[in-house]
């Protein structure tokens, strides 16, 4: 689910992160936009499944969601959309401790997404989406933390109004993993993520139940290296 803020507990670990998408992991999910885009002026909520759960994250701590924010762009080529966005994740010593460090990540044109065959930023219409990186990157606690997908999921989205007034309904929501690094060390991944759907940030925290795993977050982080294989 897209959201801007998580419960009490799921908020340790989701203020900090910019990585905010989807609600149900089954089902069409929908929400109003002043743009025909999924994304900008959207929070993008990765949270651990079951909600509530601690999720470990060696080298790091325990967190239990992501946010993804910030998205501004997109440079379009052909029928694929860039975006530039951040990454936050709140972390914490122990399971159901305090937060003790944010998770600080960002990247430019980090977040790519094809919609098969719309060239047009503006035009409306059903489309499958592949998305193709989330790349982040940041230092925490004076180590470099990268976190990437692991895999290239696809989801199908229908964006239809007028400017102003659009509704985005998440036909078919992303199903991610994810995979993060620490020091330019190997790829720890971190998989069982839920599905991606998408929320507007003003709207009430969404249930626990948004899709996004934790794990699949950070297994993003490794994306960078996955990425850079699948375009070879």
Known sequence: MLTRHLSTHARAALAALAFTLGTVSTGAYAFL???PDPFLNQIVDLQATPPGTWVGLPGLGYTQSFLISGFTGPTVSGDVFSYSASFQALL???VGGPVVRTANLTGADNFVVQFVGRTDPYAGGTYDMVL???DF??????????VSLANIPT???S???SIGNFQITYITPFSVDGQYSLDGGDPIEVPGLGD?????????PAPATAALAIPGLLV?????RRRAAVAA
Do not use: H, I, K
């Open 220 to 224: 993003m982080a490794a994306l960078r």
């Open 137 to 146: 990157s940041g230092m925490v606690d004076g180590q470099l933390v990268e």
């Open 33 to 35: 936009s002043a743009v």
């Open 92 to 94: 914490s010593d122990t």
């Open 196 to 204: 991606v759907n998408g929320q507007p940030p003003s709207a009430a």
């Open 132 to 134: 193709q990186a989330a």
């Open 155 to 157: 989801g199908r989205v």
């Open 159 to 161: 964006m239809t109004g």
